[in-house]
């Protein structure tokens, strides 16, 4: 009788801690939803490129003919602009760090658990 009870203990114990970790995926699932949906909208999208245009057409009235210094700020200027919506469209699709950081820490935990294989989940 008190083998039984012990491995009822044990079955209710595994029981809570797959509730308990059902709980934090599905907090995990609703905050990933929450940052999904705080995207930038499209019209605001439009300002910014018709403003990254302007930006583009004022440095590039800029003359720089034959000297280095202006055209290689002009040419950094522009580049930067363009970096920068890109990296916002990254930011905005959540794809900035997406392979290097998911995969590491999915690693970790699973070594931590002592576990050779690697499984990934996608929500």
């Not at 499209?42 to 245009?53: K, N, P, S, T």
Request: aromatic share 12%.
């Amino acid at each position: 009788m008190a083998g039984n009870k012990k491995f009822t203990t044990m079955k209710s114990s595994a029981l809570s801690s797959n509730f308990r970790s059902f709980a934090y995926m599905q907090l995990a699932r609703k905050k990933m939803d929450l940052l999904y949906q705080e995207r930038i909208p499209v019209l605001q999208w439009g300002l910014l490129i018709f403003l990254a245009g302007i930006l583009l057409v004022a440095v590039s009235a800029i003359t720089s003919v034959g000297l280095l210094l202006p055209a290689i700020l002009k040419g950094a200027f522009g580049t930067s602009i363009i970096l920068v919506l890109v990296i916002l469209h990254q930011f905005n699709s959540l794809r900035f760090f997406e392979d290097t950081i998911g995969e590491h820490s999915a690693k970790r935990c699973f070594r931590s658990n002592g576990s050779k294989k690697v499984i990934f989940l996608i929500f």
